[in-house]
């Protein structure tokens, strides 16, 4: 069976992060292992984003001409950086924008019962719900990624919810027998879909969707749209692991971090110019027991943290396409996953850093990707983390 699995940042109980919604075609090349011939160090002034705090400062090179917003929301920090606009236009534009966001939240959090992906999980096995187009699109995308990575990433791991645990004292692992009785209800194709009536169903009672690797990045596309709409043309949109660029920063591509899985430093950064940027690693909710790393991305299949990976930035043209299908790559390891993207639409692309700490770049992403540090048999250097 094809493995399936899920971004279960959200797998916490309602209580302790109610508010969020989290932090992700058959080709089989080689993959693509970065060598230091291929990439190489080079010096680099400071990203714009890192992929945890709030966008650090402005690289020397760039004047400071940035408005710069922040809100609470979505279980994170999201912040809009405008480049080049007066403060009385960029003003109003993002506060429209980080409306619009708030607003989506209402409509697409499954912590909130009176939302329309509740309102769809409370009638699994039941009837058809009647939803707005701003939750057809997410859920369509959903099923899009899940039927592109054969199941890697599927919108229906919200069954899961509440198993693990991953608060500093608070960490839970499941029983696993009792887990595994829970998996056969996480299946994609079971989410019953009808547009011309614009209804979703869950086909088996039980089943449950979940919008924590996917929403966020459809409302960045949404705040987007609201910008380019007031005229802005150079933002930059941070939340979490996810960063949406549009234009340039000081006349060059914006600069994303990318951080190190075992040390509290970035190895390199993606420039950009366009699209989204997100990135899913195994040590944003995480602890080590009994010499195992357990973490938020699980294998469905069986229940248990994915072991080979550590790391996926990935780049795609919309939010969110990019926030599912870090996820997908995640699970299915650096060649299958190069092989999904070479086929997926638009051609996402990604670095790829595996649980032996090598470096997999697709390859057109090589040409974004700045290395701050050198590569050892094309390995990252070692961390001071376990």
């Avoid at 992906?117 to 409370?122: D, L, P, T």
């Avoid at 032996?356 to 094309?378: I, N």
């Amino acid at each position: 069976m094809t493995p399936r699995a899920v971004l279960i940042a959200m797998l916490l109980t309602a209580s302790a992060c109610g508010r969020t919604l989290d932090t992700e075609t058959n080709r089989a090349p080689t993959a693509m292992q970065a060598a230091p011939a291929a990439i190489s160090a080079r010096p680099a002034s400071p990203p714009d984003a890192l992929p945890a705090p709030p966008p650090a400062a402005a690289a020397p090179d760039a004047p400071r001409q940035n408005y710069v917003k922040t809100r609470s929301m979505m279980g994170t920090i999201i912040s809009i950086t405008v480049d080049g606009v007066p403060d009385e236009k960029a003003a109003p534009a993002v506060e429209a924008a980080l409306d619009e966001m708030e607003r989506l939240e209402k409509v697409l959090s499954e912590w909130i019962p009176e939302s329309e992906i509740s309102q769809v999980n409370a009638s699994a096995g039941d009837h058809a719900i009647h939803v707005g187009a701003d939750t057809m699109a997410v859920i369509k995308a959903g099923v899009d990624v899940s039927r592109w990575s054969h199941g890697a990433f599927d919108l229906s791991w919200a069954v899961l919810r509440g198993m693990y645990r991953f608060q500093p004292g608070e960490e839970q692992i499941p029983d696993m027998k009792e887990l595994r009785k829970l998996l056969p209800l996480i299946d994609y194709r079971k989410i019953v879909i009808d547009e011309a009536a614009g209804t979703v169903m869950l086909a088996k009672k039980g089943m449950a969707i979940g919008t924590g690797g996917i929403a966020k990045g459809y409302a960045l596309d949404r705040a987007s749209a609201v910008l380019n709409a007031a005229g802005i043309q150079n933002f930059m949109l941070f939340g979490g692991g996810q960063v949406q660029v549009q234009g340039t920063r000081g006349g060059r591509p914006w600069r994303v971090g990318i951080q190190h899985p075992r040390a509290d430093d970035y190895f390199g950064f993606v420039e950009a110019s366009s699209g989204s940027i997100s990135t899913s690693g195994d040590y944003e909710h995480a602890f080590i027991r009994n010499g195992r790393r357990w973490h938020h991305i699980i294998d469905t299949d069986t229940g248990l943290p994915v072991a080979h990976t550590s790391s996926v930035t990935l780049i795609a043209d919309s939010g969110v396409y990019a926030d599912g299908l870090s996820t997908a790559v995640f699970v299915l390891g650096a060649k299958r996953a190069l092989a999904m993207l070479d086929s997926a639409p638009g051609h996402p692309e990604a670095v790829i850093v595996d649980s032996d700490m090598h470096l997999h770049v697709s390859p057109s992403m090589k040409d974004k990707l700045v290395m701050r540090m050198v590569l050892q048999d094309g390995k990252l250097p070692p961390g001071t983390q376990p």
